[in-house]
């Protein structure tokens, strides 16, 4: 013992590091040399567990929705009027189409031999049965032509009205489509030319061409009968 230094009473302090210490403890660790102070840092506490799925995301609102629909369906019919306008002045200022004219023309129809023969002869014997009356007719119409004031012209004028429309008439009916054109043909501008003379006659202008023209065509009508 040294001097100046008081003689130590009672066991040695057993402080931190010293021989006399007693061992640590996992169940007893050392308290802090300040009351209070947290002498180490806490494990973490166990939380709750994580969910075993994600929940699905929320639903939109309603509202939400139907203002994105009605957007959708505005902006649709804007589209579409837009293209109604468009369409209708296209329509305004294209030119109309030129019109089409689709000319149709019926195929001849055919006959028999029986049939075209049958109407030959009916042509043939009406023609003749035709020539008679208005040559019948004619004769004293002609004879009174030098005075057609006359009572004798206009009675001769009227009978030959009469019986000139009854017999083209029935020369007419009497040639049939099965006619063959040889008879057919001569036979209408014989009609043709026969009106011409009851209107030359009748209006007091000259006889002769359209009379000359039934000579014609009758003794064409005459020459193919007898074919």
Not at 30 to 37: C, R
Not at 84 to 101: I, Q
Not at 112 to 123: K, N, V
């Amino acid at each position: 013992m040294s001097e100046g230094t008081s003689p130590q009473l009672g066991p040695p302090v057993a402080g931190p590091g010293s021989p006399w210490a007693p061992p640590h403890s996992a169940e007893h660790p050392p308290q802090s040399e300040f009351p209070g102070a947290i002498t180490g840092v806490l494990p973490p506490q166990p939380g709750p567990p994580p969910p075993a799925f994600m929940p699905p995301p929320p639903a939109r609102a309603p509202r939400e929705r139907t203002s994105k629909t009605v957007w959708a369906l505005s902006g649709g019919a804007v589209v579409l009027a837009i293209a109604a306008a468009v369409m209708s002045a296209l329509a305004w200022t294209r030119p109309d189409p030129s019109p089409t004219t689709t000319t149709v023309t019926p195929s001849a129809p055919s006959y028999s031999a029986e049939e075209i023969s049958a109407a030959r002869d009916d042509a043939c014997a009406a023609a003749k049965s035709v020539v008679a009356a208005v040559y019948e007719a004619s004769v004293p119409l002609v004879a009174a032509l030098p005075n057609r004031d006359s009572p004798e012209y206009k009675a001769a004028l009227a009978n030959e009205q009469a019986v000139v429309l009854v017999e083209m008439e029935y020369l007419r009916l009497h040639t049939r489509p099965a006619t063959p054109p040889e008879i057919a043909d001569p036979m209408h501008d014989y009609i043709n030319a026969t009106l011409a003379v009851l209107a030359a006659d009748t209006s007091n202008q000259d006889r002769n061409l359209p009379a000359q023209q039934t000579q014609t065509a009758m003794d064409k009508v005459h020459a193919a009968c007898q074919k």
